[in-house]
Nanobody
Framework: QLVESGGGLVQAGGSLRLSCAAS????????MGWFRQAPGKEREFVAT????????YYADSVKGRFTISRDNAKNMAYLQMNSLKPEDTATYYC?????????????????WGQGTQVTVSS
């Protein structure tokens, strides 16, 4: 089970830190990802991180502004979002896949959280 938190309303240029709490004792064997979906748009990839946290990959739209991380001892994944823009407004989802390779396709993730809303005002 994945539970996101940390969403909210922020002005453009501001920051938010999303958290994803995972249940289970095998968290460290899952690749974690963050996706987002804006109203009327398809769900899109944001960032992904390997088991150890040693490898990460970002969508071009967030590269340099967002940072994905994880703490396997706490069964937590995070998305630090800086320099937020109005176009970052969306529901953000945490996802997990039990595999070795990073993935940017939502269909490759088997487990999903309920989402947390991020709204960036201009």
């Amino acid at each position: 089970q994945l539970v996101e938190s940390g969403g909210g309303l922020v002005q453009a240029g501001g920051s938010l830190r999303l958290s994803c709490a995972a249940s289970g004792r095998t968290f460290s064997t899952y690749v974690m990802g963050w996706f987002r979906q804006a109203p009327g748009k398809e769900r899109e990839f944001v960032a992904t991180i390997s088991w150890s946290g040693g490898s990460t990959y970002y969508a071009d739209s967030v590269k340099g502004r967002f940072t994905i991380s994880r703490d396997n001892a706490k069964n937590m994944a995070y998305l630090q979002m800086n320099s937020l823009k109005p176009e970052d407004t969306a529901t953000y989802y945490c996802a997990a896949r039990r595999a070795e390779r990073l993935a940017t396709t939502s269909g490759l993730y088997a487990y999903w959280g309920q989402g947390t809303q991020v709204t960036v005002s201009s």
